[in-house]
């Protein structure tokens, strides 16, 4: 049973570009949620989605970022017109429901420059 | 607002020699405390889940306990393998008013175990 996975696992945009960081969950498993780590803080909640649900959404900036979670493929967080301070590492995690277990992916490394 | 503090920020310790790390949280309403491990350039790994004041868990060379304030992470006679950053993460309720269905995460505690 493959774990979470997440690409690209590294990401160099431009200011002004757009990024898209994917996440396939886990087997079987129905929630995936996004965190955000930036170097020497730690991993912050941005958003919890269930499949073509957005379920809570506290943690996510009001402007550029974007999340979703279709029937079919991955869960997609976009981030429009970078800027420096996006340059983080995106952790993904999921869960079978009900359960508050998370198991997390090997993130994407977002370079702004 | 949930509240994560972990101590020390850093711990250096000799191969064999056994110490322990704090969690202190603020929740609204605890539906679960998690400790995970975090190598380098990877994500975490979960460890242990504790639910309620009094609980304990082990795992290898770890013990997990959990009181209404605080967690600590037991290692008793670490190896160098155990070198990693330990996270502590808390749940709250939203029942109760409490955050997001997310986790809150300490900024972590980098464990480095000296041969």
């Known amino acids: 049973n493959a774990g979470v996975m997440q690409n690209p696992r590294h990401l160099v945009r431009r200011r002004g570009q757009e990024a898209r960081l994917r996440c396939s969950p886990m087997?079987?498993?129905?929630?995936v949620y996004w965190y955000r780590q930036l170097p020497e803080e730690g991993l912050k909640f941005m958003v919890y989605l269930q499949k073509e649900n957005i379920i809570d959404e506290s943690g996510m900036p009001k402007e550029r970022f974007s999340a979703e979670f279709p029937k079919e493929g991955p869960s997609i967080l976009r981030i429009q017109q970078v800027v420096r301070g996006d340059s983080a590492a995106y952790f993904c995690?999921?869960?079978?429901?009900?359960?508050?277990?998370?198991?997390f992916g090997p993130g994407t490394r977002l370079t702004v420059l | 607002e949930d509240q994560v503090t972990q101590s020390p920020e850093a711990l250096r310790l000799q191969e064999g020699e056994s110490s322990s790390l704090n969690c202190s949280y603020t929740v609204s309403g605890l539906r679960g405390l998690f400790w995970y491990r975090q190598d380098p350039g990877k994500g975490p790994e979960f460890l242990f889940t504790?639910?309620?004041a009094g609980e304990e868990k082990e795992k290898e060379r770890l013990k997990a306990t959990l009181t209404k304030k605080e967690s600590f992470l037991h290692i008793t006679a670490p190896k160098p393998e155990d070198s990693a950053t330990y996270l502590c993460a808390v749940q709250g309720s939203k029942d109760s008013g409490g955050g997001a269905d997310g986790l809150t995460f300490g900024k972590g505690t980098h464990l480095i175990i000296q041969p």
């Open positions: 087997k079987g498993h129905s929630h």
């Open positions: 995690a999921s869960s079978p429901s009900g359960q508050p277990k998370e198991f």
């Open positions: 504790l639910y309620s």
